[in-house]
């Protein structure tokens, strides 16, 4: 069992990395307009969320005595994306507080 888990532990990582791009770029694209910035920042507390719950999952794994592939796999992950998104939330906050509404 252990086997097959550990063999697919790149996944979690993997699509939270992605995610967190994609993220990236709605923020950077779609938060000039004004009734999608709340949107983001919203999105942006989602990932945060999601990030730290990666966090706990990896740390319960790790008192469990899990295999290191699969509390590795949740952590390190986790922790990426917490820091990630905890530093830029309030650069992307301030940002959009500033930054004038284009009307296209």
Not at 47 to 58: M, N, Q
Request: hydrophobic share 55%; glycine share 14%.
């Amino acid at each position: 069992m252990s086997d097959t888990w550990s063999s697919l532990m790149w996944l979690p990582g993997t699509l939270l990395g992605v995610g967190i791009g994609l993220l990236g770029a709605f923020i950077g694209v779609q938060a000039s307009r004004e009734r999608l910035r709340r949107g983001a920042v919203r999105l942006m507390l989602a990932a945060a969320a999601v990030s730290a719950i990666f966090v706990l999952a990896g740390v319960a794994a790790l008192a469990a005595g899990w295999p290191r592939g699969l509390w590795y796999g949740l952590l390190l992950p986790g922790v990426i994306g917490s820091v990630a998104v905890g530093a830029n939330l309030p650069v992307v906050m301030k940002r959009l507080r500033e930054q004038p509404v284009r009307s296209d």
